[in-house]
Structure formats: C-alpha cells, structure tokens
T-cell receptor, first 116, second 110 residues
Framework: GAVVSQHPSRVICKSGTSVKIECRSLDFQATTMFWYRQFPKQSLMLMAT?????????EQGVEKDKFLINHASLTLSTLTVTSAHPEDSSFYIC????????????FGPGTRLTVT | GQNIDQPTEMTATEGAIVQINCTYQTSGFNGLFWYQQHAGEAPTFLSYNVLDGLEEKGRFSSFLSRSKGYSYLLLKELQMKDSASYLC???????????FGGGTRVLVKP
C-alpha cells in the first residue's frame, strides 16, 4: 500500500513553454501533498505544500506564479512549470501525506525535467 | 531557521559498518526521519525517531538524542546495493513539513 505515482517520469521541453506534472496517491487519500525540487548532488528542497481544496503554501523564494499548483482531489495534485527556462531543469518529486496520519509521507518516483 | 548537517560523502567496505551522523538546530522539532535515495530515484523511508534512544530494524539502526540535536544512522553488514545517498530530515508538526539535510553519499567498495 501507500503508493504515489508521478507522470511523466521524464520530460524535455523548449524554453518558454509550460509543463504539467501530475502526482497521484494510488491507494490512499492524501489531504496534503508536497512538491520538492532536487538539483544534481543536492538534497530535496521543499517548494510548496498543496492542500486539497485550498491554495498551496509556497516556501520563501519560490514564485507562485511560475510554479502553479492545483490539488483538485484527495488523490491528485499537479505542478505546472510556466514559461520554463533552462535553470528550471531539475528533478521534481512529490510526496503525499496519509490522511489523518500526521507524519506518514510517501514519495513519488520523481519527474526529470529538462528545458532546452 | 533550521540547520541540518551531515557529512557529504563516506566510503566503506562491503561487510563493514558505517555510521552517518546528523546534527540539527531547529525549533518545533517533532521527529527525525532517515531516507535512502538511489541516484535518479525518489527517497525511500528507512526510519522515524521521535523519542531518544536507538531503534533497530534489521541491518539498519537509527539513534536520536533530542537534547543534543543529534541523530545517527548505522548500517551494518554493508552490501554493494547500500551505495546510495542517505538523507536525514527533521519533521515539524506545524505545517507537517520535512526539512532535509544535504544528504550523505555512501560508496560501498568490494
């Protein structure tokens, strides 16, 4: 149990375009999902917290108009990177918190974004 | 703010033991996670310590001292597949957030 999927696993896009990444909890309900970014040989940096049915909470320094987050249901959150630039190339990982279990988070397999 | 420090890299021999230390300074501490991450993959859960002391789970053990702001992950009987990054992360109940340390890359040599 407690499986989180992400789609796509890899994406290459041109500079200036937008890319949408989906994060799904497959066998549990997730009231909260988290989006992280990881640059090569670095650790995970929390970008934003996504709560079902409400606006996302962004960490300091993360542009909310550039990284659009939608958490429309208890099993799906999406991250849209708008007007992508090469410096947005990174590994994006989501995690989902099990409903009513404060500390249990499960990570998705990640999405490798390359902006050319 | 939060400071979470762990060594950048460690090398050990197959069959040996390695201890990865993690020190943290944070407010609102609720617990500490350890994750394993292979290159290009998502982190996988290893342990979660809330109370002081040692928790053993097979070849992996994790220790926490809340008063010292210190934790370690102990890997015994190292196997080649244990070569990975090991991330410690502080959990704060306020906001249910995880804050990760920089990660420790462990290389297991034959």
């Amino acid at each position: 149990g407690a499986v989180v999927s992400q789609h796509p696993s890899r994406v290459i896009c041109k500079s200036g375009t937008s890319v949408k990444i989906e994060c799904r909890s497959l066998d549990f309900q997730a009231t909260t999902m988290f989006w992280y970014r990881q640059f090569p040989k670095q650790s995970l940096m929390l970008m934003a917290t996504s709560n079902e049915g409400s606006k996302a909470t962004y960490e300091q320094g993360v542009e909310k108009d550039k990284f659009l987050i939608n958490h429309a249901s208890l099993t799906l959150s999406t991250l849209t990177v708008t007007s992508a630039h090469p410096e947005d190339s990174s590994f994006y990982i989501c995690s989902a918190r099990v409903r009513d279990r404060t500390y249990e988070q499960y990570f998705g397999p990640g999405t490798r974004l390359t902006v050319t | 703010g939060q400071n979470i420090d762990q060594p950048t890299e460690m090398t050990a021999t197959e069959g040996a033991i390695v201890q990865i230390n993690c020190t943290y300074q944070t407010s609102g501490f609720n617990g500490l996670f350890w994750y394993q991450q292979h290159a290009g993959e998502a982190p996988t859960f290893l342990s979660y310590n809330v109370l002081d002391g040692l928790e053993e789970k097979g070849r992996f053990s994790s220790f926490l001292s809340r008063s010292k702001g210190y934790s370690y992950l102990l890997l015994k009987e190292l196997q080649m597949k244990d070569s990975a990054s090991y991330l410690c992360a502080v959990f704060k109940a306020a906001g249910n957030k995880l804050t990760f340390g920089g990660g420790t890359r462990v290389l297991v040599k034959p």
